[in-house]
């Protein structure tokens, strides 16, 4: 056993636990292999005190021959040389000899370890068979000198006394006695680690207690500790050992803070001496010894007590598999100590640090690399490269200090500086010496010459920025090239510079950092100039120039430089082009008028607003916006997008970026949805196919959300490359000054040809400089159109009424053609619709914004066919409006015109009258036709009237008398005053028609009805057929009567004459005055034929009387609808009635009366019967066609079976019986209904007094 | 206490920013920006592991010779950044935490008005003075 002191480096690893032997050496030397190899071969459960967890430990011990030197004296606190168990080995057997000579030295070695205190120790009893038979005679039995070993040495501890059975055997008995033995030494030793151990931390808390007394030592304790540590680390516990020394870092910390904060400890005073060794952390050794004795001598500085301590650190790491927490701690340790030695106000040699630092870094990485292979290396780069980077930064720094950077190279006070740093670095390690790549080699090299540094500096540079850019800490890679961009800035390299920052600056411009975009665009300014790359510099200067984060001053210095290269004269044909956006920006767009849209020729202007991001005003020598013309096509389209730009008033606003040129492309709001609508029209009717919403802008917003850059604002990192188009047509305006701010330019624009004008870009001259936009978002246009002259004629109040004169406007929209002197409109005449002449009809001419231009009165000449108005001399893109007086004439009936032919040639159209939904008048369509002097076709103009009346008209018999009733309804919302009503029949010249009308003149407020009634008289025979005419003469009420105006009413009646006449008669029950009800009275039902058959009615009936009588069947029937009879019996019948006049009938019908009062007469209806055999008799309505009319006349000639076939057809329309009658039509006999006129009932609304029944008092009071 | 602070919007731009020595201010921007390299991994890495329940305090994001750069990151991934001078020993951990949280607090109210539109900077005079207060109480 040696001391590790001796030895320049403690391998802590290598060292175990101290286990003395002592007794038979021999013995104990040929167990020692097996006993060195079993007895870690299996763990014990280690239970700690203090509550920490226990822990399963592979216990190795280093066996030494006992000496009285080994045990640890008062006051001597070495842990490692520590003897924690003492074995005593013996293989006597022989109680003589145990008594004589084994005893006694037993005795000696047990008083010994008494004397020091060690109550650590076994006695070994090692028995062999061999021995036992040798002495076979004169030995005890074995367990009598154990026994005696026992109540000797073990007082009450038997277990320290063990007996091992033939250990050299291959027996299980022999490996029983070594597993029980193995066990027990475990056991002890660990009883004696705990007790031991135990006792040391005690004696060391205390030691840490006293702390604050004055002549404690920081120092003494690190050594007292340490010792724990390289315990525990031997015992393989190593986290237990890096506790230890945590432990001590974090006191050693709390003091440094201390002192910071005043509280100065004494002893701290040796490590505020100054720094005279900066060379760096030294990690290849476990211990470094050098170090740890200067510790121990209280002469250790900062930097030494921190480096041991990392050193330290690391290896228990390293051991522990841990080796990204060394390169963090590490970082850390770093920092800390610089802010240490800050702190502690140590004075040390400029640069001194830096080269700890770097030097350190390289060390711990170099340590790293030694125990992790390529792929964990390069897997954990993000916990390396921080130390890279911080070596990076260090070297930069020392090369600035050492004036390796500049251009000129070092100069001697540089080299003086170099030197003392080399000093302070001392020589070089002996265990680097050999190796190329040491951090102090690097160092050394570095320092000394330029070209070196470079070499180094470059090398660490990208080592770092690739590690970043490897681990996806892009940020931090361009920082890293940032600074790499300065150092070749400082070397004179500006190309090599302009990368790095061209790439720095695009990550900050794309996650919009305004300073750092700014601070960076200046450097690049610099290369650029340097570079002389004069576009790209004379763009920089544009965006620094309205970069508000610069002051004044900077910035008017590079709107200076664009403007001193402008000034001087250059290549004519090429000018610098720039990017408009960092000049100016165009941030509204008027047009004037508002509409965009003017027809071809007029005027448009534009007006800009640009505001000038300059710091100064800026002259121009022209601003050009430059159009690119679409042709327009179809006008329908056109007018719909021009309705739309009304809405927006003209006003067109850009959005783009923001005045603060570092804005955020991010930030910035992406461009707004522009919807438009859509409108597909049928190209034939122009009725609407279908219409929808749709994005126009669809390609900038996409590729808004997929990447976070905007094209084209701004913030371009490199001027794009803008050209300007040369387009057809320019808008131009020399010699504007631009002030900072808003300025506003007006433009005139052209308008000559009609279609599309849109503005694609801007472009500003000064001097040699061009600013470009390149495309004006959202796009503008404006509108250039040629229309077609457009004739519209409307009524000018709604509704039109037929039959009066009325206003008709006619609007004239001029479009591109001019109306000469002498042009005019030729209207064809129309029967239906002439145009009243008038006297004073003024034209008005208007501009099109509405504005009245002049007015004129129009000439209208009117011959036969053709109305031909001339029109006054209208410009183009005018309004010509007039109106005019038209009587739309009332259609009187069912005349129908010929097709008269117009006097241009087309068919007349024949106004045909219509119910039209939305009014209860009737509505006539008037078709105009107009030949305008631009065109060679007509234009067919269409206006619907609507007659004002609905007429009525029933016939009324009084037994043989006819009356005729027309009824005229005011359907309109005019009153009128109804005057000359008058009927009139054409045919019967005999027919005379009394008029029962007193008033001439009637007045026929709105929605409200006429009656007017007629008696008919006639001299020989009534007419069976009546063609009327009702006229009226009509105007509305305000006006006078010069005004009327006629209406006619045609209509016809047929089959007036009466044929019978009904009268029912009721008589009370016989005896009884009156009826009473509940009692049966009679109903006597007398038909009576008035006249004698018609032609037609004998053609109809064709069964005859077997007198000769032609005979007609009726049917009668008797029907209360209201319930107030209960018809007893029949209430129906067929009655043969003989075709003579006053041939009578008469029917007796029992009735019952069911209610008292005055009641009305059950209602008697009588029909004619047609057996199945007749032909039916057709009733014409009299509204009914013509052609039915004419067909029934033919019908009745027809044989039977065309008969039927004719009933077939008109079956439907004249059934009056049931259904199921109607059904087989053909076989049944049926019902027909007499005409109105043709029977007349006397009893019609008759009433009968009925008086309650005779007993009956109750009366029945319904209460509701 | 701090030497910088800064809001910094979802997609990295700043939202606020205010540092003490106005000419280091471009020094510090450069320090918040490079620590959203840290942030984003950070966030990523805590984002696998836990989930929707992640701590928004990310703790030292990295440590400078001169500065500490302390992240936290609220739900909608607006990130806080807080840089303190590495001589001021006295911060401890806990209270950097609670500087954070009154800086979210007050990121909150700045956000419930109505009249803010998120994703300006912040100019909330209310705001500034909370970040004032947390940059006077120099350690």
């Known amino acids: 056993m040696e001391c590790q002191e001796e030895r320049p480096i403690i391998y802590t690893m290598e060292n175990k636990p101290i286990v003395t032997c002592a007794g038979d050496h021999n013995l104990f030397t040929s167990l020692y292999t097996s006993l060195a190899q079993q007895l870690p071969r299996e763990p014990m459960e280690w239970r700690r005190t203090y509550g920490r967890a226990p822990k399963m430990i592979h216990l190795e011990a280093n066996f030494v021959q006992f000496k009285e030197e080994l045990l640890p004296k008062d006051g001597n606190k070495a842990l490692l040389t520590f003897p924690f168990l003492h074995i005593y080995w013996t293989d006597c057997c022989d109680t003589e000899a145990y008594k004589s000579s084994v005893k006694e030295d037993m005795l000696r070695w047990h008083n010994s370890l008494r004397t020091h205190g060690s109550a650590d120790w076994v006695i070994i009893v090692v028995e062999s068979n061999d021995t036992k038979k040798k002495n076979k005679t004169n030995i005890l039995p074995r367990s009598s000198i154990v026994d005696k070993i026992r109540s000797d040495f073990c007082n009450k501890q038997n277990d320290r006394c063990v007996v091992l059975s033939d250990p050299l055997k291959d027996s299980s008995r022999s490996q029983e006695s070594w597993n029980s033995l193995l066990l027990k030494l475990r056991t002890l030793l660990l009883m004696s680690f705990t007790k031991n151990l135990g006792r040391f931390e005690d004696d060391m808390r205390t030691l840490r207690e006293k702390r604050t007394q004055p002549g404690w030592s920081f120092c003494e304790y690190f050594m007292v500790q340490e010792e724990l540590a390289f315990v525990f680390e031997m015992l393989q516990q190593f986290e237990d050992a890096l506790v230890q020394y945590d432990e001590l870092d974090a006191l050693f910390t709390q003091y440094v803070l201390n002192f910071g904060a005043g509280d100065t400890a004494n002893w701290l005073g040796s490590?505020?001496?100054?720094?005279?060794?900066?060379?760096?952390?030294?990690?290849?050794?476990p211990i470094d010894m050098e170090k740890r004795d200067s510790i121990q001598h209280e002469e250790a500085s900062l930097l030494d007590l921190r480096s041991y301590l990392f050193s330290r650190q690391c290896t228990l790491l390293i051991f522990l598999q841990r080796p990204w927490e060394v390169t963090q701690r590490a970082l850390e340790l770093l920092h800390n100590c610089v802010q240490e030695l800050r702190l502690l106000e140590v004075s040390v040699v400029d640069g001194a640090l830096d080269c700890w630092v770097f030097l350190s870094c390289l060390e711990v990485l170099h340590r790293i690399e030694g125990c992790c292979d390529q792929a964990q290396l390069a897997a954990n780069s993000s916990h390396t490269v921080g130390l890279w980077a911080y070596a990076t930064d260090k070297l930069k720094s020392l090369g600035e200090l050492c004036g390796l950077v500049s251009e000129k190279g070092p100069t001697s006070e540089d080299l003086n500086k170099t030197v003392d740093l080399l000093a302070g670095l001392g020589d070089e390690r002996p265990e680097t010496v050999n190796s190329l790549q040491s951090p102090y080699k690097k160092l050394k090299e570095a320092l000394s010459s330029v070209e070196a540094f470079e070499r180094h500096y470059l090398e660490l540079s990208h080592a770092a920025m690739e590690m970043y850019r490897a681990i996806g800490r892009v940020?931090?890679?361009?920082?890293?090239?940032?600074?790499?961009?300065?150092?070749?800035?400082?070397?004179?390299?500006?190309?090599?510079?302009?990368?790095?920052?061209?790439?720095?600056?695009?990550?900050?411009?794309?996650?919009?950092?305004?300073?750092?975009?700014?601070?960076?665009?200046?450097?690049?300014?610099?290369?650029?100039?340097?570079?002389?790359?004069?576009?790209?510099?004379?763009?920089?200067?544009?965006?620094?120039?309205?970069?508000?984060?610069?002051?004044?001053?900077?910035?008017?210095?590079?709107?200076?430089?664009?403007?001193?290269?402008?000034?001087?004269?250059?290549?004519?044909?090429?000018?610098?082009?720039?990017?408009?956006?960092?000049?100016?920006?165009?941030?509204?767009?008027?047009?004037?008028?508002?509409?965009?849209?003017?027809?071809?020729?007029?005027?448009?202007?534009?007006?800009?607003?640009?505001?000038?991001?300059?710091?100064?005003?800026?002259?121009?020598?022209?601003?050009?916006?430059?159009?690119?013309?679409?042709?327009?096509?179809?006008?329908?389209?056109?007018?719909t997008k021009r309705a739309q730009r009304r809405t927006n008033l003209g006003v067109i606003e850009f959005k783009m970026g923001d005045s603060l040129a570092g804005l955020p492309c991010s930030a910035a709001p992406g461009p707004s949805l522009e919807l438009d609508e859509v409108q597909d029209r049928s190209p034939s009717d122009n009725s609407l196919n279908s219409t929808g919403v749709v994005c126009k802008n669809t390609h900038l917003l996409l590729h808004h959300h997929e990447g976070t850059s905007l094209p084209d604002t701004l913030n371009c990192v490199s001027p794009p490359t803008v050209t300007m188009k040369e387009g057809a047509q320019m808008l131009k305006v020399q010699d504007v000054t631009l002030a900072p701010g808003n300025n506003s330019i007006v433009f005139t624009a052209p308008s000559g040809q009609a279609g599309t004008y849109t503005?694609?870009?801007?472009?500003?001259?000064?001097?040699?400089?061009?600013?470009?936009?390149?495309?004006?978002?959202?796009?503008?246009?404006?509108?250039?159109?040629?229309?077609?002259?457009?004739?519209?004629?409307?009524?000018?109040?709604?509704?039109?009424?037929?039959?009066?004169?009325?206003?008709?406007?006619?609007?004239?929209?001029?479009?591109?053609?001019?109306?000469?002197?002498?042009?005019?409109?030729?209207?064809?005449?129309?029967?239906?619709?002439?145009?009243?002449?008038?006297?004073?009809?003024?034209?008005?001419?208007?501009?099109?914004?509405?504005?009245?231009?002049?007015?004129?009165?129009?000439?209208?000449?009117?011959?036969?066919?053709v109305t031909s108005i001339s029109l006054p001399p209208t410009p183009p893109y005018h309004v010509l409006e007039f109106q005019l007086e038209v009587v739309c004439v009332i259609p009187s009936g069912s005349e129908r015109p010929a097709n008269e032919r117009l006097t241009n040639g087309e068919v007349r159209h024949r106004p045909r009258s219509y119910s039209h939904p939305d009014t209860p008048m009737t509505a006539i369509d008037q078709r105009m036709s107009i030949d305008c002097p631009w065109s060679i076709y007509s234009t067919l103009l269409a206006l619907t009237f609507y007659i004002p009346f609905k007429t009525k008209h029933s016939l009324l018999s009084a037994g043989n008398r006819k009356y005729i009733q027309v009824c005229v309804q005011n359907v309109s919302d005019v009153n009128f005053t109804l005057a000359e009503v008058k009927l009139t029949e054409k045919q019967h010249a005999s027919l005379e028609l009394q008029s029962l009308n007193t008033k001439t003149h009637q007045l026929l407020c709105s929605k409200h009805s006429l009656f007017c009634l007629w008696e008919v008289r006639w001299k020989d025979e009534l007419p069976s057929c009546m063609k009327c005419v009702f006229s009226a003469s009509f105007s509305p009420l305000s006006q006078d009567t010069s005004a009327f105006k006629p209406f006619h009413y045609q209509f016809q009646l047929e089959r007036v004459t009466t044929l019978y006449s009904v009268k029912a008669e009721i008589s009370p029950?016989?005896?009884?005055?009156?009826?009473?009800?509940?009692?049966?009275?009679?109903?006597?039902?007398?038909?009576?034929?008035?006249?004698?058959?018609?032609?037609?009615?004998?053609?109809?009936?064709?069964?005859?009387?077997?007198?000769?009588?032609?005979?007609?069947?009726?049917?009668?029937?008797?029907?209360?609808?209201?319930?107030?009879?209960?018809?007893?019996?029949?209430?129906?019948?067929?009655?043969?009635?003989?075709?003579?006049?006053?041939?009578?009938?008469?029917?007796?019908?029992?009735?019952m009366p069911l209610f008292a009062g005055h009641l009305p007469f059950p209602k008697i209806k009588v029909l004619r019967y047609l057996p199945h055999t007749a032909a039916l008799a057709i009733q014409p309505d009299p509204d009914s066609c013509v052609e039915n009319d004419s067909l029934s006349l033919l019908d009745k000639t027809l044989d039977d079976q065309g008969d039927t076939a004719s009933i077939r057809s008109r079956g439907s329309v004249h059934s009056v019986g049931s259904g199921d009658q109607q059904q087989r039509g053909v076989a049944m006999p049926r019902l027909e209904a007499f005409s109105p006129g043709q029977v007349f009932n006397h009893s019609h609304t008759q009433q009968v007094l009925v008086l309650p029944a005779t007993d009956d008092h109750i009366m029945e009071v319904n209460a509701t | 206490m701090a030497v910088c602070i800064a809001v910094i919007a979802k997609e990295n731009y700043p939202l606020y920013i205010r540092s003490v020595a106005t000419q280091n201010e471009l020094k510090f921007h450069y320090t918040v920006h490079t620590s959203l390299d840290v942030v984003e991994e950070k966030i990523s890495s805590v984002g696998k592991a836990l989930g929707d329940q992640r701590e928004l305090y990310l703790g030292l994001l990295y440590p400078t010779e001169d500065y500490k750069v302390y992240g936290y990151v609220t739900n909608s991934k607006v990130k806080f950044v807080i840089v303190v001078d590495s001589s001021n020993?006295?911060?401890?951990?806990?209270?950097?935490?609670?500087?954070?949280?009154?800086?979210?607090?007050?990121?909150?109210?700045?956000?419930?008005?109505?009249?803010?539109?998120?994703?300006?900077?912040?100019?909330?005079?209310?705001?500034?003075?909370?970040?004032?207060?947390?940059m006077v109480q120099t350690g």
């Open chain 1, 1069 to 1151: 029950p016989a005896g009884e005055q009156h009826c009473r009800s509940g009692l049966l009275c009679g109903l006597e039902v007398c038909i009576t034929r008035l006249t004698e058959p018609a032609e037609g009615e004998i053609a109809e009936e064709s069964k005859t009387d077997p007198d000769g009588l032609k005979v007609t069947k009726l049917m009668y029937e008797v029907a209360d609808s209201n319930s107030n009879w209960a018809v007893c019996g029949k209430s129906s019948g067929m009655v043969l009635m003989p075709m003579k006049v006053n041939a009578t009938h008469k029917v007796h019908i029992e009735v």
């Open chain 1, 475 to 639: 940020r931090s890679a361009r920082l890293v090239g940032k600074s790499l961009a300065e150092f070749h800035m400082r070397k004179g390299d500006p190309k090599k510079a302009e990368t790095f920052l061209q790439e720095a600056l695009k990550s900050y411009l794309s996650e919009g950092w305004s300073l750092p975009v700014t601070h960076t665009r200046r450097q690049i300014a610099e290369c650029q100039k340097l570079l002389d790359r004069k576009e790209d510099y004379l763009q920089t200067s544009a965006l620094l120039a309205g970069d508000s984060n610069l002051s004044t001053e900077e910035r008017t210095h590079f709107c200076q430089e664009i403007l001193n290269f402008a000034g001087k004269p250059g290549n004519p044909s090429h000018k610098a082009t720039l990017s408009m956006s960092v000049f100016a920006q165009l941030t509204q767009l008027q047009f004037h008028p508002a509409c965009a849209s003017v027809h071809s020729g007029a005027a448009l202007k534009v007006e800009l607003t640009l505001r000038c991001m300059m710091p100064i005003s800026v002259h121009i020598q022209q601003l050009a916006a430059s159009i690119h013309f679409d042709v327009d096509h179809g006008g329908t389209h056109g007018r």
């Open chain 1, 271 to 285: 490590f505020c001496a100054p720094v005279r060794n900066w060379s760096g952390l030294l990690l290849r050794r």
């Open chain 1, 759 to 865: 503005l694609r870009q801007l472009c500003a001259t000064v001097g040699e400089v061009q600013f470009v936009l390149s495309h004006i978002y959202p796009s503008v246009r404006y509108e250039v159109y040629s229309q077609e002259p457009q004739l519209t004629v409307e009524p000018l109040s709604e509704p039109l009424l037929a039959g009066l004169p009325q206003m008709v406007k006619f609007t004239l929209l001029t479009g591109h053609y001019t109306v000469k002197k002498g042009d005019a409109l030729q209207l064809s005449n129309a029967e239906t619709l002439p145009i009243l002449p008038s006297t004073s009809c003024t034209a008005r001419i208007s501009s099109p914004t509405a504005e009245l231009v002049s007015e004129s009165t129009l000439s209208i000449q009117s011959s036969e066919k």
């Open chain 2, 89 to 134: 020993t006295s911060l401890r951990d806990n209270e950097i935490r609670s500087m954070f949280r009154k800086l979210h607090n007050s990121f909150t109210d700045v956000m419930c008005n109505p009249f803010y539109n998120p994703g300006d900077p912040i100019q909330s005079k209310a705001f500034n003075g909370v970040v004032s207060g947390m």
